[in-house]
């Protein structure tokens, strides 16, 4: 059974930039689309960004220019990059297929404050 593991997580200041990784334990991101998603205190999951087996991508307009996915299939790890943090970001990220294939890791913490 494929397991993800998320890091890169931590606290930074608004502006600041991370790069989360997402580990697999199998070859996973040629065969399927995958995304990052994020779960805030006591909001719902959302999908921050997502890639597809063919390199195009998407993101939710509150990351648009600032999170950049992408993939290295040599490595099974996809990673997404946080420029331009703000407080809102601040959440548990996760990683898992588009169709929520996998089952969820433990996350990565990320704090934005000052």
């Known amino acids: 059974q494929v397991q993800l593991v998320e890091s890169g997580g931590g606290l930074v200041q608004p502006g600041g930039s991370l790069r989360l990784s997402c580990t697999a334990s199998?070859?996973?991101?040629?065969?399927?689309?995958m995304a990052w998603y994020r779960q805030a205190p006591g909001k719902q999951r959302e999908r921050v960004a997502f890639?597809?087996?063919?390199?195009?991508?998407g993101y939710a307009d509150s990351v648009k220019g600032r999170f950049t996915i992408s993939t290295d299939n040599a490595k099974n790890t996809m990673y997404l990059q946080m420029n331009s943090l703000k407080f809102e970001d601040t959440a548990v990220y996760h990683c898992n297929s588009v169709g929520l294939r996998y089952g969820w890791g433990q996350g990565t913490q990320v704090t934005v404050s000052s």
């Open positions: 199998g070859s996973i991101f040629s065969i399927n689309a």
């Open positions: 890639i597809t087996t063919g390199g195009n991508t």
